[in-house]
């Protein structure tokens, strides 16, 4: 079974800093990975994918993870934080198409950025 | 560009009554999932469907049913709410290399 565990359900950062989002996974499938981004009363929204091509994968925003096979890792990471930025983040694998492409979600990192 | 409707936006029910959640897609997606957003739980699959009349369970489908009698719609039912299904419903579809694109969303309160 595939799982996601993201450390940290909150996050704080001042505007200007690094932004980093953990995520670990398992999976018994070579993984798709994703990342998604909820803004407050929205749906989710595509931040990311890793879909088994280049390990450093770039995203909108200016968000991008780097896949890990050794470390199981996907981390999310941004260079400065803006205001705009918080939201809550979802790390998310994908099952394999047999199985229905199904998703399963970490619980999700609510991210602040003080000014 | 994928489009996903769901309705009703909002609704508060009583505990025992029916509910009925629709999500429409615009296109011919196969793949369509229905997930419930709880905090600290993530999002956490209900029931998916692969195609009209072919729909399997998720890891929390007990008191929920589904139904998908077009391509285009794929219902969500609770026979009989309980205050445990309050919660945001998601619905979306598969478009490209296992993405998953969501809709807006339906906020239930079961009383």
């Known amino acids: 079974a595939q799982s996601v565990t993201q450390l940290g359900s909150h996050v704080s950062v001042s505007e200007g800093a690094l932004v980093l989002l953990r995520c670990n996974y398992s999976?018994?499938?070579?993984?798709?990975l994703f990342w998604y981004v909820q803004y407050p009363n929205q749906g989710l929204q595509l931040l990311l994918k890793?879909?088994?091509?280049?390990?450093l994968v770039k995203g909108i925003n200016g968000f991008e993870a780097e896949f890990k096979k050794s470390e199981t890792s996907f981390h999310l990471t941004k260079p400065s934080a803006h205001m705009s930025d918080a939201a809550e983040y979802f790390c998310?694998?994908?099952?394999?198409?047999?199985?229905?492409?199904?998703?399963?979600f970490g619980e999700g990192t609510q991210l602040t950025v003080n000014p | 560009d994928a489009g996903i409707t769901q309705s009703p936006r909002h609704k508060v029910t009583e505990t025992g009554t029916p509910v009925t959640l629709r999500c429409h897609q615009t296109?011919?997606?196969?793949?369509m999932y229905w997930y419930r957003q709880d905090p600290g739980h993530g999002l956490r699959l209900i029931h998916y469907?692969?195609?009209?009349?072919?729909?399997d369970k998720g890891e929390v489908s007990d008191g929920y049913s589904v139904s998908r009698s077009k391509t285009e719609d794929f219902l969500l039912t609770l026979e009989s709410a309980t205050s445990s299904q309050t919660s945001v419903y998601f619905c979306?579809?598969?478009?490209?290399?296992?993405?998953?694109?969501f809709g807006p969303g339906t906020r239930l309160t079961v009383l």
């Open positions: 979306a579809i598969r478009i490209a290399g296992n993405e998953q694109f």
């Open positions: 999976s018994s499938v070579p993984p798709y």
């Open positions: 890793y879909t088994s091509a280049a390990t």
């Open positions: 998310a694998v994908s099952d394999s198409e047999t199985s229905g492409s199904r998703l399963t």
């Open positions: 296109e011919n997606h196969r793949y």
């Open positions: 469907s692969y195609g009209v009349k072919d729909t």
